[in-house]
């Protein structure tokens, strides 16, 4: 599969860095993917999961005074693909998501892209 597999699919965006937020929420539009966000808060995400059909997600583990894990705990329930985009290495994450694809910020949209699609995602 390619990028262009994300057309139509609704992507939920957990970023709390605007500029990095604007520039993946263009990257996934570039592509065809609706993108649900950004939620900059593990609140505002949880609401947006609950609000309809979330086909795959990307999540950024810090969110300002929080960590991103009650998203990544709900779409594991929901078994919706997802992966971290962080500055944290692996070894920085708890051991239970480190199985998760992991891209280190700035990340090309299209590379998450192209994962998400292939759902080469946790």
């Known amino acids: 599969?390619?990028?262009?597999?994300?057309?139509?699919?609704?992507?939920?965006?957990?970023?709390?860095?605007?500029?990095?937020?604007?520039?993946?929420?263009?990257?996934?539009?570039?592509?065809?993917?609706?993108?649900?966000?950004?939620?900059a808060s593990v609140k505002d995400a949880l609401a947006l999961l609950?609000?309809?059909?979330?086909?795959?997600?990307?999540?950024?583990?810090?969110?300002?005074?929080?960590?991103?894990?009650?998203?990544?705990?709900?779409l594991t329930a929901r078994r919706v693909p997802f992966v971290f985009a962080t500055g944290y290495s692996a070894a920085d994450l708890p051991p239970a998501w480190r199985h998760i694809a992991r891209y280190e910020k700035p990340v090309d949209a299209a590379v998450i892209a192209r994962a998400l699609a292939a759902d080469d995602a946790g």
């Open 1 to 39: 599969m390619n990028e262009a597999s994300l057309l139509g699919r609704r992507i939920l965006l957990v970023e709390d860095e605007y500029f990095i937020a604007d520039a993946m929420q263009r990257g996934l539009e570039d592509v065809g993917a609706h993108v649900l966000g950004p939620a």
């Open 50 to 74: 609950a609000g309809g059909t979330v086909d795959g997600a990307i999540l950024d583990v810090s969110l300002l005074d929080e960590s991103v894990y009650p998203v990544a705990e709900a």
